[in-house]
Every structure is written in structure tokens, then in C-alpha cells.
Nanobody, 115 residues
Framework: VRLVESGGGVVQPGGSLRLSCAAS????????MTWVRQAPGKEPEWISQ????????DYPDSVQGRFAVSRDNTNNILYLQMNSLKSEDTGVYYC?????????RGQGTQVTVSS
């Protein structure tokens, strides 16, 4: 299993970013995926989930309406579109295989929201 996140960076409050996660080594289109965020000094939290075929998604209240998860099962890529970013969205973002926060994850990509 290999997961490689990209797309992080520094953005001003109110800005947008799109994260990507390239997946390999497993049946991606049959596997639900989760985006997990870990802010400095805090426990990791899930911020989006999507089922294998992309027909069902879920978000916690903290990002509902601002973030959108999607997937390209042809190219084995998971996406996270993040809009209206806030300072509290700062953290390292990981894509995780499956629906458990403790599942296999990539190396993460840093997102910093700051003016």
C-alpha cells in the first residue's frame, strides 16, 4: 500500500486549496478513504470520508459546507477541495485507507492558513 499526498501550502484565511492523494498497491476503487487532519498539539481528527465508488461522502460539522472530497478511480487519486479556509484548518493532512483514523496513511502534506 502506498499513499502520497500533495497540494498543501500556505494560504490566507478565506482562500482555497486542493489536496491530492495518489494511491497504489490495493484495490482503490473498492476501498473507502478518509482524510485526517492533525493540528499541532492536538489529536488527529477525521475531516472527510468517501466510499469506494464515490457515491457517499461524510464530513464533521467543522468542515461541512467548506470541504469536498472526491475521487478518480481511473487514476487512483483521492482529492480534497478546501474552501473558505480558516486558521484552525492549519495542520498536516493525511489520506487514510479505510474508515479508521489509525489506518494506513501517507506522509502527509502541510496546510498553513495564515495572514
Amino acid at each position: 500500500v502506498r499513499l502520497v499526498e500533495s497540494g498543501g501550502g500556505v494560504v490566507q484565511p478565506g482562500g482555497s486549496l486542493r489536496l491530492s492523494c495518489a494511491a497504489s498497491g490495493f484495490a482503490f476503487s473498492e476501498t473507502g478513504m478518509t482524510w485526517v487532519r492533525q493540528a499541532p498539539g492536538k489529536e488527529p481528527e477525521w475531516i472527510s470520508q468517501i466510499n469506494g465508488i464515490g457515491s457517499s461522502t461524510d464530513y464533521p460539522d467543522s468542515v461541512q459546507g467548506r470541504f469536498a472530497v472526491s475521487r478518480d478511480n481511473t487514476n487512483n487519486i483521492l482529492y480534497l477541495q478546501m474552501n473558505s479556509l480558516k486558521s484552525e484548518d492549519t495542520g498536516v493532512y493525511y489520506c487514510v485507507k479505510g474508515f479508521s483514523i489509525g489506518g494506513v496513511r501517507g506522509q502527509g502534506t502541510q496546510v498553513t492558513v495564515s495572514s
